[in-house]
């Protein structure tokens, strides 16, 4: 069964940092690009972050340029999202996707998404 699992998610203070993990089982990553997408409570959902699968190109949402890492470990089949100073505005449900496609650049290009995981930045 194909399935990617986030975790790492939960509350935190502003200034403070997270990191997410996506673990993938039934499949593995070694050959796809890799994104972390978030949606906000009456939003859309919006990238925030990929990685390639062959040199480990990397792009990155303006927004969280300079504050988030995306980083991923083939021999562990897991990706991660590490979040550092984060903001209130960056409160929403994180979600891994693959692609065959790199940049990610529309939702369209998502093979498989993961079940999300909750980021809540507030004092």
């Known amino acids: 069964q194909v399935q990617l699992v986030e975790s790492g998610g939960g509350l935190v203070q502003p200034g403070g940092s997270l990191r997410l993990s996506c673990a993938a089982s039934?499949?593995?990553?070694?050959?796809?690009?890799i994104g972390w997408f978030r949606q906000a409570p009456g939003k859309e959902r919006e990238g925030v972050s990929c990685?390639?699968?062959?040199?480990?190109?990397?792009y990155y949402a303006d927004s969280v340029k300079g504050r988030f890492t995306i980083s991923r470990d083939n021999a562990k089949n897991t990706v991660y999202l590490q979040m550092n100073s984060l903001k209130p505005e960056d409160t929403a449900v994180y979600y891994c996707?693959?692609?065959?496609?790199?940049?990610?650049?529309?939702?369209?290009?998502?093979?498989?998404w993961g079940q999300g995981t909750q980021v809540t930045v507030s004092s």
């Open positions: 996707a693959t692609a065959f496609i790199f940049p990610i650049a529309t939702l369209s290009f998502v093979d498989y």
């Open positions: 990685i390639s699968s062959s040199d480990g190109s990397t």
């Open positions: 039934g499949f593995t990553l070694d050959y796809y690009a």
